[in-house]
C-alpha cells in the first residue's frame, strides 16, 4: 500500500512545483529599458540598460524601409517620411532622443547577441500590404540568423499575416501574437507559441490564461506599468510581463517571492 502513496506525494510536489514556477512571471523591458540614464525607447543603450538589470527579455520594434533595410523604430515615420516607402539612406543619419543614430536590427542584434541573458523580444510592425509585411518577415527572419541569434529571440505582431509567415518560413521560431482577436485555440491552431495581449483583452476574458496553459501556450501581457496590475498579472499565473517599469515589477517580484 505505501507505493500509491508515494507516487500520490510525489505528484503533488511536482504539481506545487509546476504552480510555483508559473507564479513568477518573466519580466520584459517593454521597447528596451528606456527610462534609464541616457536611453530612449528603442535605443541600443535601452538594450544594454534591460541586459544590465537582468531583465529576461528587451523588446523592441521594427519596421522594413522601402529598398529592405530593417531598422529598430516605433513609429512608422521619421521626420514625416513613411519608412516603408524610404530608403535606408535616406533615414541612416537620423538621430534618436538620446544622440544614437537611429539602429539598423543588423545593429540591435549585435549588441543583443554579445550576451545569453536577456531574450530580444522582436515585434515585425504592421506593413501596408500583405506581401510587404511576408516580407518584412522574410527579412527579420535571416536577420537574425545571420546574427546566429536564433535561439535568443521570440517573435511578436499585431499582424495575423506576419506571424503566419513567421510560422510557415521557421516552424521553430517563437511566434506570439498581440492583437487580442484570437482565443487560445485560435492561436494555437494557428500555431503560435502564445497570446501577448493588453491587460485589459485579458481581465474581460479571465478563463484564457488557464485555456492557453492547457494547450501548452505562454502567456504574455502588455504594457503593465501600474503596481496594482503587476499584482493582478502575478497573481493570473502569467508567464511574461511586459513594462516600461522593469525595475519596479522585479523588486515587486521579489518581495512576493
Ligand atoms: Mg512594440
Redesign the pocket.
Same mark, same amino acid.
Given at each position: 500500500m505505501k507505493k500509491p502513496y508515494a507516487l500520490l506525494g510525489l505528484t503533488l510536489l511536482l504539481l506545487i512545483n509546476t504552480a510555483n514556477a508559473q507564479d513568477t512571471p518573466h519580466v520584459i523591458a *517593454?521597447?528596451g529599458y528606456w527610462k534609464a540614464e541616457g536611453a530612449t525607447q528603442n535605443s541600443i543603450r535601452a538594450l544594454q540598460h534591460a541586459i544590465r538589470i537582468g531583465a529576461y527579455g528587451s523588446?523592441?520594434?521594427v519596421l522594413v524601409t522601402a529598398d529592405g533595410i530593417p531598422i529598430v523604430n *516605433?513609429d512608422n515615420q521619421i521626420d514625416g517620411q513613411k519608412i516603408e516607402d524610404t530608403p535606408y539612406k535616406a533615414l541612416r543619419h537620423h538621430r534618436l532622443a538620446n544622440g544614437e543614430l537611429l539602429p539598423s536590427l543588423r545593429q540591435y542584434l549585435r549588441t543583443g547577441a554579445r550576451q545569453q541573458n536577456t531574450r530580444l523580444i522582436l515585434?515585425i510592425?504592421t506593413h501596408s500590404s500583405p506581401e510587404k509585411e511576408k516580407e518584412a518577415a522574410r527579412i527579420a527572419l535571416a536577420e537574425v540568423k545571420r546574427a546566429k541569434a536564433q535561439d535568443m529571440v521570440d517573435y511578436?505582431s499585431f499582424s495575423s499575416c506576419i506571424a503566419d509567415e513567421l510560422v510557415r518560413l521557421d516552424p521553430n521560431a517563437r511566434v506570439f501574437y498581440?492583437n487580442g482577436d484570437f482565443s487560445p485555440a485560435e492561436a494555437k491552431a494557428h500555431g503560435y507559441a502564445g497570446i501577448d495581449y493588453h491587460y485589459n483583452v485579458l481581465r474581460h476574458n479571465p478563463t484564457w490564461i488557464d485555456e492557453a496553459h492547457q494547450l501548452g501556450l505562454e502567456v504574455n501581457v502588455?504594457t503593465v506599468n501600474q503596481e496594482d496590475i503587476m499584482r493582478w498579472a502575478i497573481d493570473q499565473g502569467i508567464d511574461y510581463i511586459t513594462t516600461d517599469e522593469p525595475e519596479h515589477l522585479q523588486a515587486l517580484l521579489n518581495l512576493t517571492e
Amino acid at each position: 500500500m505505501k507505493k500509491p502513496y508515494a507516487l500520490l506525494g510525489l505528484t503533488l510536489l511536482l504539481l506545487i512545483n509546476t504552480a510555483n514556477a508559473q507564479d513568477t512571471p518573466h519580466v520584459i523591458a *517593454h521597447r528596451g529599458y528606456w527610462k534609464a540614464e541616457g536611453a530612449t525607447q528603442n535605443s541600443i543603450r535601452a538594450l544594454q540598460h534591460a541586459i544590465r538589470i537582468g531583465a529576461y527579455g528587451s523588446e523592441f520594434d521594427v519596421l522594413v524601409t522601402a529598398d529592405g533595410i530593417p531598422i529598430v523604430n *516605433h513609429d512608422n515615420q521619421i521626420d514625416g517620411q513613411k519608412i516603408e516607402d524610404t530608403p535606408y539612406k535616406a533615414l541612416r543619419h537620423h538621430r534618436l532622443a538620446n544622440g544614437e543614430l537611429l539602429p539598423s536590427l543588423r545593429q540591435y542584434l549585435r549588441t543583443g547577441a554579445r550576451q545569453q541573458n536577456t531574450r530580444l523580444i522582436l515585434e515585425i510592425k504592421t506593413h501596408s500590404s500583405p506581401e510587404k509585411e511576408k516580407e518584412a518577415a522574410r527579412i527579420a527572419l535571416a536577420e537574425v540568423k545571420r546574427a546566429k541569434a536564433q535561439d535568443m529571440v521570440d517573435y511578436i505582431s499585431f499582424s495575423s499575416c506576419i506571424a503566419d509567415e513567421l510560422v510557415r518560413l521557421d516552424p521553430n521560431a517563437r511566434v506570439f501574437y498581440l492583437n487580442g482577436d484570437f482565443s487560445p485555440a485560435e492561436a494555437k491552431a494557428h500555431g503560435y507559441a502564445g497570446i501577448d495581449y493588453h491587460y485589459n483583452v485579458l481581465r474581460h476574458n479571465p478563463t484564457w490564461i488557464d485555456e492557453a496553459h492547457q494547450l501548452g501556450l505562454e502567456v504574455n501581457v502588455w504594457t503593465v506599468n501600474q503596481e496594482d496590475i503587476m499584482r493582478w498579472a502575478i497573481d493570473q499565473g502569467i508567464d511574461y510581463i511586459t513594462t516600461d517599469e522593469p525595475e519596479h515589477l522585479q523588486a515587486l517580484l521579489n518581495l512576493t517571492e
